[in-house]
């Protein structure tokens, strides 16, 4: 799925996001990712919290991860309804599925 970034929202580190948001991941990459992600290290809760319950720590964790790109477009891809993926919560993919927010978010 391709997502469309204003070029005046793009930066250095969106550019890789935006690029992986417009090429389809390859079988191999798809597998990798998964395995290079951070969430794979830590507690997997954080990432499912409960209705109303704080997203703080996931998005600080995938700050910081080097697939958050892949995992974002894995999520869009696959229409993920729960929990964070690429650093987004399912109302912030909705919004960016829908043009209302930056990728960089
Ligand atoms: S971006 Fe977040 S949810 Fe995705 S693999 Fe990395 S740590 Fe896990």
Redesign the pocket.
């Known amino acids: 799925m391709a997502v469309f970034i204003p070029l005046s929202q793009l930066t250095a580190s969106s550019a890789h996001l935006a690029e992986a948001l417009v090429r389809p991941l390859t079988d191999a990459e798809e597998r990798d ?2 395995r290079r ?4 290290q830590t507690d997997p809760d954080s ?1 499912f919290p409960e209705k109303g319950g704080s997203t703080r720590e ?1 998005k600080r ?2 700050s910081g ?1 080097e ?2 790109a892949e ?2 477009v894995f999520a869009m891809d696959n229409d993920e309804r729960f929990g ?4 987004l919560s399912e109302r912030e993919r909705r919004r960016l599925r829908r043009g209302e927010l930056g990728a960089t978010a």
């Not at 992600?37 to 794979?40: I, T």
């Not at 964070?84 to 650093?87: A, C, E, K, R, S």
């Open positions: 990712w998964k992600g951070l969430c794979a990432f996931a964790i995938c991860c697939v958050r995992c974002l964070i993926w690429g650093g």
